[in-house]
T-cell receptor
Framework: KAGVTQTPRYLIKTRGQQVTLSCSPI?????VSWYQQTPGQGLQFLFE???????NKGNFPGRFSGRQFSNSRSEMNVSTLELGDSALYLC?????????????FGPGTRLLVL | AQKITQTQPGMFVQEKEAVTLDCTYD???????LFWYKQPSSGEMIFLIY??????QNATEGRYSLNFQKARKSANLVISASQLGDSAMYFC????????????FGKGNQVVVIP
């Protein structure tokens, strides 16, 4: 079974631009979560989608948004990029996102904002 | 408030030796799950092992075992017979059951295995 895939793997943008990252979960997984990883803040939860609905949200500004499609693929968007948005963005999937399920992560998208 | 604490500095480990990575956590929820992930330099988070708060026995997965001490709120990872490919960052994470589906991560432990 294929793992979680994320595209693109690397991205360079300039301040003020917007960016869209994509995540395809493991087949059959319906919960998709997004995390931001930076050297200073570590790994922080952005949001989680299940059945095309945002079910949980972390403490990030409204510039960070996402969506999920009927095939469970998810995208996250960051508008008006800031230098501090430079990070590794990780996507994780699980079956239903409940109880003791393990979240399986993709390889991440490295975003550099100049 | 930080829920997961990993305070060890970077570690050098001799190949074939065992290494223990410390993790303490803080929660008032009686039901929770603890996870360990490995992150090599490529960036992908690789799931290693899981321990549920109600599990009676310590979890084991191949060379990985979890030393779970519930009263002390600690969940240390033990890697036996270290291999060069074990060089990576290791993260401890917790999910509180019944809350939401977010994982709270520690800051990680850097492990370098030397031949």
């Amino acid at each position: 079974k294929a793992g979680v895939t994320q595209t693109p793997r690397y991205l360079i943008k300039t301040r003020g631009q917007q960016v869209t990252l994509s995540c395809s979960p493991i087949s059959g997984h319906r919960s998709v979560s997004w995390y931001q990883q930076t050297p200073g803040q570590g790994l922080q939860f952005l949001f989680e989608y299940f059945s095309e609905t945002q079910r949980n949200k972390g403490n990030f500004p409204g510039r960070f948004s996402g969506r999920q499609f009927s095939n469970s693929r998810s995208e996250m968007n960051v508008s008006t990029l800031e230098l501090g948005d430079s990070a590794l963005y990780l996507c994780a999937s699980s079956l239903t996102g409940t109880d003791q399920e393990t979240q399986y992560f993709g390889p991440g998208t490295r975003l550099l904002v100049l | 408030a930080q829920k997961i604490t990993q305070t060890q500095p970077g570690m050098f480990v001799q190949e074939k030796e065992a290494v223990t990575l410390d993790c303490t956590y803080d929660t008032s929820d009686p039901s929770y799950g603890l996870f360990w992930y490995k992150q090599p330099s490529s960036g992908e988070m690789i799931f290693l092992i899981y321990q549920g708060s109600y599990d009676q026995q310590n979890a084991t997965e191949g060379r990985y075992s979890l030393n779970f001490q519930k009263a002390r709120k600690s969940a240390n990872l033990v890697i036996s017979a270290s291999q060069l490919g074990d060089s990576a960052m290791y993260f401890c994470a917790m999910r509180e059951i019944g809350g939401n589906n977010r994982l709270a991560f520690g800051k990680g432990n850097q492990v370098v295995v030397i031949p």
